[in-house]
Every structure is written in structure tokens, then in C-alpha cells.
């Protein structure tokens, strides 16, 4: 007669955890302790300069970091209230920007006004970036908005 021996399969630890059921997929925005963005000693100036309208290619090349991380950082890391955060600046908070929006008693100039400070805050992060394209594309809409705004 024979008898049949059953032969654990070999497993490491690694896998333990995933035998036991254990296994979850990472929350998004979760730090894994491996991402560049989150782990550059200069992540906040790198956020606000993508806030800002810099481009992500610009910003990698920039800061050393490899673009792809960059924009995965950016898509998977940071909240999207920390995006608006750095658009709206460190001062405005949301119920500021609430009655910013709803005043609707601006005159066309001072929309012109406020359009024009977002592209230079852009134009000033492709500017410190060194993103030729995004300099060019930024400073015709300058020259559109000033034209608009002197008729």
C-alpha cells in the first residue's frame, strides 16, 4: 500500500499575508513610502507650481524627478482640496471663495483683472520652470486679456 504524503507549498511571508485574505488595494492618496513626489524634499513648491499651470514635464525635468512619477504623485497623492488650496492661494478660504464667486456685481474689468492674475501666476511658475511652450501659449493669452481689457 502506498501513502500519499501532502507536501506543503512552499510560500515566503510575503505571500502569508495574501494567503490569509488580508490583501486590500491601496487607498488613493495613501503614502506607500516609494513615491518621488511625495518623498522630494521640495514636494510643496512642486505642487504649487503644477497648481499653478506648469506642466508636469517642465516641473519633472526641473526637480529631477522622472515624469511619470511626477504625474502619478499628482493624480494618485495629492487631494483635490490641497489642489485648490494651492490655485486659491494660502489666505482664501472657502467660504471667501464662495462669495468671491457669487457677487455677481464685478464689473467685466475686475473679471479681466482677476483672469489676468491667474495667467501670470502661470506664466511666473512656467518662467521658473524653464517651459518654453507653456511661456509662449501663456504669454499670448497675457496679450489677448490686455487687449480686451483696454477696449
Known amino acids: 500500500m502506498m501513502t500519499v504524503v501532502q507536501v506543503p507549498p512552499r510560500r515566503t511571508k510575503f505571500f502569508a499575508r495574501y494567503d490569509s485574505g488580508d490583501a486590500m488595494a491601496r487607498q488613493k492618496g495613501s503614502r506607500t513610502g516609494r513615491c518621488q513626489g511625495c518623498n522630494h524634499l521640495e514636494r510643496p513648491r ?4 503644477i497648481a499653478a499651470g506648469a506642466s508636469i514635464k517642465g516641473t519633472a525635468r ?13 493624480l ?4 483635490t482640496e490641497a489642489r485648490a488650496a494651492y490655485i486659491a492661494g494660502a489666505g482664501a478660504t472657502k467660504n471667501q ?6 457677487d455677481e456685481s464685478l464689473a467685466l474689468i475686475d473679471h479681466y483683472r482677476i483672469v489676468r ?35
Open 46 to 49: 512642486i505642487e504649487r507650481l
Open 62 to 74: 526641473k526637480f529631477e524627478i522622472d515624469y511619470h512619477a511626477l504625474r502619478r504623485h499628482w
Open 76 to 79: 494618485n497623492h495629492v487631494p
Open 97 to 102: 471663495l464662495e462669495t468671491v464667486v457669487a
Open 117 to 151: 492674475g491667474g495667467l501670470y501666476k502661470g506664466f511666473g511658475a512656467a518662467t521658473e520652470v524653464g517651459d518654453s511652450n507653456a511661456l509662449a501659449l501663456l504669454a499670448g493669452r497675457l496679450d489677448e486679456n490686455l487687449v480686451i481689457a483696454g477696449d
